[in-house]
């Protein structure tokens, strides 16, 4: 039992290092590829009072677990901005929530961030190719396809992230898994159906 709980322990720094760094990585590069998050700023500000209003107030589902909106304005943001405005107002945002707001550990604070980042980057980059391979059609019937990829990926990726840990340190119960889920879907449709409205 040991050398497994040692190599959880192992497994589980290491992941928290390669959300840090990957995900900081791909922002530092997605913020040098396109400067329209410093020369069009209202909406990387947008993004960030956005992201920071919807992460403040999280509703516990578990002692390890909890639900945000802060989807909503990455999801708005994949269809109406540039994605590095939309880097930069997440990784601030949700950086800057977790460690002044809810008194969380920069580390925490940078690993929550590196791991919203490479959710991000990694859903646009999929919804990107199905939209181009689709003939970049405007919204309408035509988009749908890009669009479930967009819903799919990102829900599937920021949520796969975010119970890795739990799920490896086999923290949830059977019953809690049901119940998070359950309401992981009902947030994550709200989201959908809100981000629908403000495009």
Known sequence: ??????????????????????GLSLAALALLADFRWIEQPI?????????AA????????SKYSYLTQHGLPVVVGMLVAAPSQVVAGMAAGVY??????????????????????????????????VWRLSG??????????????????????SRALFYFTLLLRD??????????????????LLTLGAAAIVV
């Open 1 to 22: 039992d040991l050398p497994l709980m040692f190599d959880t322990a192992r497994v589980l720094r290491l992941y928290a290092r390669v959300l840090v760094w990957l």
């Open 43 to 51: 909406p990387t500000l947008l993004v960030l009072v956005s992201v």
């Open 54 to 61: 919807l992460r403040a107030s999280p509703v516990r589902l």
């Open 96 to 129: 800057l929530v977790d460690t002044l707001w809810l008194r969380k550990p920069m580390g925490a604070g940078l690993v929550n961030a590196g791991r919203e980042n490479i959710a991000f980057l990694a859903s646009f980059g999929i919804f990107s190719l």
């Open 136 to 157: 970049s059609p405007g919204l309408g019937l035509d988009f749908l396809p890009a669009a479930f990829t967009l819903a799919g990926t990102y829900f599937f990726l």
């Open 171 to 188: 923290k949830l119960e059977s019953e809690e898994r049901l119940l998070i889920l359950r309401y992981e879907v009902v947030a994550y």
